[in-house]
Nanobody, 128 residues
């Protein structure tokens, strides 16, 4: 059974950077599209980014375009989210999730319903 574990969160000042990792065990990620989501207190879960199974297609929420970069290393069974120029509004718990669909449409990704495996999340706090 596929298990996902996020890491790399923490406290960072505005303008700083963090790299989140989503490490998989129990199965290879080669055939899974991966999505990153976040949820701030009192807010709905938001799709941040997603990447196709071969890494050839990526999508980003408008709020993070140009600041966040998603990538994957299938040899390491890990997907990354590089977050630069962080803002206080990026503060949230960040989750990764895996879908057995190799490529996701925008609606599939943002709705979250095609993701069968979810990690427990990692806290990102952007504050001075």
């Amino acid at each position: 059974q596929l298990r996902l574990v996020e890491s790399g969160g923490g406290l960072v000042q505005p303008g700083g950077s963090l790299r989140l990792s989503c490490a998989a065990s129990g199965a290879t990620l080669d055939y899974y599209a991966i999505g990153w989501f976040r949820q701030a207190p009192g807010k709905e879960r938001e799709g941040v980014s997603c990447i196709s199974s071969n890494g050839g297609r990526t999508k980003y929420a408008d709020s993070v375009k140009g600041r966040f970069t998603i990538s994957r290393d299938n040899a390491k069974n890990t997907v990354y989210l590089q977050m630069n120029s962080l803002k206080p509004e990026d503060t949230a718990v960040y989750f990764c999730a895996a879908s057995s669909l190799p490529v996701l449409s925008y609606s599939d990704w943002t709705a979250g319903k095609v993701f069968g495996s979810w990690g427990q999340g990692t806290q990102v706090t952007v504050s001075s």
